[in-house]
């Protein structure tokens, strides 16, 4: 696969004057403020325009491997030839191998059985704890601007990537795109996203292959249905002393 992201310059955050007003003396006084960069960013599939994906101009190469993958548009690396992005980040097109497949929601009852979790991944509650731990200290652009998503990607306890974006989607997409590019075993890994954990979450973690997806926040009844079905470990409000485990196969038995 080849990758031609010529759009590295950019840092994602950018420093914008603003007015604030002092609680106490009312005071108005001229500051300076980080704040994210909103990217739009074309997605070309094939020479046929797909979407725009509204992202932080940051691991862009990444972000389009991991959203194909994750929405099953392939199957994996080997499908792909190329990837480039624009040097403004507003402009990308994949490349593949043959025609890409049509994304379609999973089937709630577990019926699309290659998807199912298979083998036997078994998990530590330290490697959660620490998860909790390494949200809270905060990532880099979440330090700067207190407004973004991040995800992290655990594998057999050591943090691999720690992926920022202004939408969690995304940011589950730039970690799995990263662990793609690296040959990292996806079977073999920890998701742990901040925000919520809705249904299309959790078919990106189940169509990446991860066996658990854990998170700060809560998850919708349609995601703990689908990690059911699918065998995948659900855990939310995971914190650096405690979890709520919703899904587990050893616990539910299915």
Request: contains cysteine; proline residues 4%.
């Amino acid at each position: 696969m080849e990758i031609i992201d010529l759009c590295t310059a950019r840092r994602g955050a950018v420093e914008q004057d603003m007015v604030r007003i002092d609680p106490m003396t009312a005071i108005p006084r001229w500051e300076e403020r980080t704040v994210l960069q909103e990217n739009h960013m074309k997605l070309f599939l094939n020479g046929v325009p797909e979407e725009t994906l509204v992202c932080t101009p940051t691991e862009l190469s990444a972000l389009v491997l991991g959203h194909l993958y994750t929405e099953g548009r392939i199957a994996g690396v080997e499908d792909v030839c190329s990837i480039a992005v624009s040097a403004e980040g507003t402009q990308a097109e994949a490349v593949t191998r043959g025609p890409a497949n049509l994304s379609a929601p999973l089937a709630a009852d577990g019926a699309e059985k290659a998807l199912r979790r298979r083998g036997d991944f078994r998990w530590e509650p330290r490697w959660i704890y620490a998860l909790g731990r390494a949200f809270h200290a905060g990532a880099p652009l979440y330090r700067a601007t207190h407004g973004i998503h991040s995800c992290f990607l655990m594998q057999d306890g050591e943090i691999l990537y720690c992926c920022e974006d202004i939408g969690r989607h995304n940011a589950l997409d730039k970690a799995v795109g990263r662990a793609l590019m690296d040959g990292v075993d996806l079977r073999r890994c920890v998701l742990f996203s901040s925000g919520r954990i809705p249904a299309d979450m959790m078919e990106k973690a189940i169509r990446a292959g991860v066996p658990l997806l854990a998170s700060n926040a809560v998850p919708t009844d349609r995601a703990v249905a689908l990690a059911r079905a699918y065998r995948v470990v659900l855990i939310c409000t995971a914190r650096s002393d405690s979890m709520n485990i919703f899904a587990d196969k050893y616990l539910w038995g299915t």
